[in-house]
Nanobody, 124 residues
Framework: QVQLVESGGGLVQAGGSLRLSCAASGRTFSSYAMGWFRQAPGKEREFVLAISRSGGSTYYADSVKGRFTISRDNAKNTVYLQMNSLKPEDTAVYYC?????????????????WGQGTQVTVSS
């Protein structure tokens, strides 16, 4: 079992930056690929980024390439989402998720554990 807790969300103006953190507890953190997803009101959950167990491979949704970065610190059991050049359309609840897979995935069904989410609101 893995527990995931996101933090770092908030209100930011367009063009600003936020860094989200996801702290994991339970089983060995380095055993999981990690992903970030988001869900805006009335929309389906959307893949944002993923990172492999070792951190050597990352995967990005086209909508965030060049603006968002994912990283992990296995010694601290934490995965990060650095968001720059934020846009109003980035407004959503952001979730981190853990997968038994070696590499990350863009598919929610491939993730085994989910955090409770953190709200990110970008004002225009």
């Amino acid at each position: 079992q893995v527990q995931l807790v996101e933090s770092g969300g908030g209100l930011v103006q367009a063009g600003g930056s936020l860094r989200l953190s996801c702290a994991a507890s339970g089983r060995t953190f380095s055993s999981y690929a990690m992903g970030w997803f988001r869900q805006a009101p009335g929309k389906e959950r959307e893949f944002v980024l993923a990172i492999s167990r070792s951190g050597g491979s990352t995967y990005y949704a086209d909508s965030v390439k060049g603006r968002f970065t994912i990283s992990r610190d296995n010694a601290k059991n934490t995965v990060y989402l650095q968001m720059n050049s934020l846009k109003p359309e980035d407004t959503a609840v952001y979730y981190c998720a853990a997968s038994f897979a070696i590499y990350g995935s863009s598919q929610p069904y491939e993730y085994d554990y989910w955090g409770q989410g953190t709200q990110v609101t970008v004002s225009s």
